[in-house]
């Protein structure tokens, strides 16, 4: 039984379909329906997503995305608006997001409408948005900057903070599942609501 039944929709940044990123985000998906939640899970890979190219067409309009780049963005966009929960899986590639998640992040860039006195509005206002994150490294190796940069990207949509799983050490699928990150993922999907 849930107070509220949530759209989750988690958008996955790793270019390995079954990787470690994938692991956990199923993972944390298969709890999430468990409580009865709707999710979908999208693979970034494969898609057509290019980076912005600072055209600004997206300030033009004001209550939609308004992204001048015919991809595949444009599928992803009503996604993200509909959904109640955003969730970001990314591994960490040279200290940062995957390129494919980059790009997908640079892209929300048309979500923020800015007003001529330089005030905006975010179109991902009040959405909840968490963070899953694997790593070969430990969580100082460039997890540490990619949540952070991920807080920064949820504060400046006016997003509401879900938090992070931050895996390090991983190698395999196997490592990603190890008991105390079970233990996790259960309090990370308990803590949506
Ligand atoms: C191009 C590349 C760059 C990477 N850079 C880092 C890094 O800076 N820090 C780190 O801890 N791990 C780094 N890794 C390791 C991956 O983050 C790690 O293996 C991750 O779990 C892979 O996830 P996946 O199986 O979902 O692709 C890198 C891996 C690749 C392929």
Known sequence: MVAKKLRIYGFLGSPRRKGNTATLLE???REARKRGHETELIHLMGRKISG???CFACQKVMDEPGC??????????????SADCILLAT???DWSFSWLMKAFLDRTYCLAKYAED????????GKKCGLLVTAAGDEF???????????????????E???HIVVGNVNTGEDVLRPGIK??????????L
């Not at 963005?73 to 996604?79: A, C, G, I, L, R």
């Not at 460039?142 to 006016?158: F, N």
């Not at 233990?183 to 949506?192: A, T």
């Open 27 to 29: 993972a944390v998906l």
């Open 52 to 54: 912005c190219v600072e």
């Open 68 to 81: 001048a780049i015919k991809d595949d963005m444009q599928e992803m966009f009503p996604k993200m608006l």
């Open 91 to 93: 591994p960490v590639f």
């Open 118 to 125: 330089g005030t905006y509005t975010s179109l991902l206002e």
């Open 141 to 159: 190796d460039g997890a540490d900057l990619v949540v952070e940069a991920y807080r920064r990207i949820v504060e400046y949509h006016r997003m």
């Open 161 to 163: 903070y879900i938090g």
């Open 183 to 192: 233990r996790k993922i259960k309090e990370f999907v308990k803590n949506m």
